[in-house]
C-alpha cells in the first residue's frame, strides 16, 4: 500500500500567459472587477478570494527568476487554457447582465446534475473563462 500523501489544502495560484499585458488587464479589471495587488509589466496579480490569478507576459517567465534571494525555475504556457471562477448562485443573473453590457459573449451554458449553473466565455487571449454556482463537485 503506498503511503498516503500529505494533506493539499487547496490551490493558491492560476496562471495565464498573455500576449498583451495591457489588454488583458483591462478586461479582467473593467469586466471582472478585479484589482491588482501586483504588477511589473511581466506579472499581475489579482486576488479573486483567498486564491490569486496571476497574468505573465509570454516569453518573460521562460528564465528563472530571482526574487528576494531564491529561485523560481523557468516556465511558461501556451494554447487555450480553462479556468473557473466560483459565484454565489444570486449573482448569475448579475454576471450575465455584465457580460453583455461589455459585450462578452456566453459561449456556452451546462446545467449540472449537483445543481451548479456554468456560463462559458473568453478573455481576450481566447482563454474559457467559466463562472461556476456551488453544486459542480462534492466540495463544490
Same mark, same amino acid.
Given at each position: ?10 490551490? %493558491? ?13 483591462? $478586461?479582467?479589471?473593467? /469586466? ?15 486576488? /479573486? ?7 505573465? &507576459? &509570454? ?23 480553462? $479556468?473557473?471562477?466560483? %459565484? ?17 459573449? %456566453? ?13 462559458? $466565455?473568453?478573455?481576450?487571449? &481566447? ?8 453544486? %459542480?463537485?462534492?466540495?463544490?
Amino acid at each position: 500500500m503506498p503511503e498516503a500523501a500529505p494533506v493539499l489544502n487547496s490551490v %493558491i495560484e492560476t496562471v495565464l500567459y498573455t500576449s498583451d499585458m495591457s489588454r488583458t488587464r483591462q $478586461f479582467y479589471e473593467r /469586466v471582472m472587477g478585479l484589482r491588482p495587488m501586483f504588477e511589473d509589466g511581466r506579472v499581475t496579480a489579482y486576488a /479573486v478570494g483567498p486564491t490569486v490569478l496571476l497574468l505573465f &507576459q &509570454q516569453g518573460t517567465t521562460e528564465t528563472p527568476a530571482h526574487p528576494h534571494g531564491g529561485t523560481i525555475p523557468g516556465h511558461d504556457g501556451t494554447g487555450r487554457l480553462h $479556468f473557473a471562477f466560483a %459565484i454565489d448562485t444570486d449573482n448569475l443573473p448579475a454576471w450575465r447582465e455584465r457580460l453583455a453590457r461589455n459585450e462578452v459573449a %456566453i459561449e456556452g451554458e451546462v446545467s449540472w446534475p449537483r445543481g451548479a449553473q456554468s456560463l462559458y $466565455f473568453r478573455d481576450p487571449d &481566447q482563454h474559457l473563462v467559466e463562472l461556476v454556482t456551488p453544486g %459542480i463537485w462534492a466540495n463544490y
